[in-house]
DNA sequence: GGAATAGTGTCTGTCAGACAGTATTGG
DNA sequence: CCAATACTGTCTGACAGACACTATTCC
């Protein structure tokens, strides 16, 4: 078969870009300048250019032009598409979750911003669905992954960690048993004689994500 | 942004289409008819046409009409995009897994085959990445999830059920631990005075899925 | 009764959660 | 010394895996 009629299709990338601020999820959104949802809130998104190698490239730029980000961690959601979505033409939405430590993030600016994800506006096209969809993937990978460690820079504390973790799973856990976990599963680095400064007790030491651990072998936290 | 260029990419979806067949897990493949790689094995896939309701749609359609399924489960497994894949033009597989009962599946014929997923053929594209990618999800869902009844029909027997989680999960799991998963979990619903006949032996009792069944709580099997 | 498969009961090691206790800093 | 946080040790209940046992069919 071959295909030598236009498909008309607009091909876009979005992204979910997540970060940890007071404890708390925030997504980063963008005020739309132009049409459609002029004015809208959206997830940062674009077309991909005929010069993107992949949509996983395009995405990378975009989070990096659109939301000031760097040294993020992405994976790719899903993808939304359908005739009506884009009101422009029948459109395809390859969509990817975004982890970005908070320092390497602006600060909020008049169009793009941080939204506790419990508190987010109503977004243009059918965002608020990928939004949504992007964090219970996030939280249910943080369960059995290291995917929450993706919130943090490259050196943190174990409590570091588990304030990660318990952001991404919405829940408190056990300290014995989040170090038990995360040390059965050398899952991390001490860096020897580091540790972290400021407050009046004890510091902690400062460890990094050991080389090649990706997944657990079993559940971390949460009773599901 | 208005976009009045056309992107001229190209949007297909294909389709992992999974079943048991002799207890393994078996694809069905399909030997393309035209270029590009006339000839070579390849995985059920089309055009997304301006009809589709969405890509989901489509791929819908590509199963019944190129590999005649019926009765299946379907989900979206990712999204392979960039400018070499297809040598047409700069092209996104939108991919997605199905998983078929062997009985809603005709007999091979020359343009359409099964193979076991351990013993296929090269494939075109990149065709084989996206099995294997598929072969991967389902034995990582199988773990934790209903997603091996899709395997079966309506009504199967606890028998025939822990051979579609074995044949996922690729490894043998005990008779006792399994039915105590399964009872407790309440996943099934016994099909009262239902049993299997033939075979000179107890007959099992039938069973259906429970409604609303969907996900387990914990790890089902392997020591993964 | 025998072969074959369906289905049940019980023991045991492992592990997550709870929680109490110890350690180390600044003030 | 106290406050505050970092870190450790131990008990206990729940549960998966192992495996022996019973049940029911056809021949």
Chains 1, 2 share one sequence.
Not at 4 to 22: H, S
Not at 49 to 55: L, M, T, V
Not at 154 to 173: H, I, K, N, R, W
Request: charged content about 25%.
């Amino acid at each position: 078969m071959t295909q030598d009629i236009p498909q008309n299709i607009i091909t876009t990338v979005d992204a979910v870009i997540l970060t940890m601020q007071e404890g708390r999820l925030h997504a980063v959104l963008h005020k739309r300048p132009n049409a459609p949802f002029e004015g809208a809130w959206a997830l940062p998104g674009g077309f991909i250019h005929s010069e993107d190698g992949s949509a996983e490239d395009a995405v990378g730029r975009v989070i990096r032009e659109k939301a000031q980000a760097s040294g993020f961690w992405v994976e790719q959601l899903a993808t939304f598409s359908g005739p009506h979505r884009d009101p422009r033409a029948w459109s395809v939405s390859i969509a990817y979750i975004a982890l970005v430590p908070r320092h390497n993030l602006p600060d909020d600016t008049e169009n793009v911003r941080l939204f506790d994800v419990s508190e987010t506006p109503h977004l243009a096209f059918d965002h608020e669905r990928i939004l949504q969809a992007g964090v219970e993937r996030v939280r249910g990978k943080g369960a059995y992954s290291t995917l929450p460690a993706n919130l943090l820079g490259e050196e943190f504390t174990l409590p570091d960690l588990q304030m990660a973790y318990e952001c991404v799973l919405g829940s408190t856990l056990d300290q014995s048993s989040f170090r038990r976990k995360i040390n059965d599963l050398r899952l991390v680095q001490e860096i020897p004689g580091a540790f972290s400064k400021g407050g009046s007790h004890r510091p902690s030491k400062l460890y990094r994500i050991a080389p090649g651990a990706e997944t657990f072998n079993r559940s971390l936290g949460g009773r599901v």
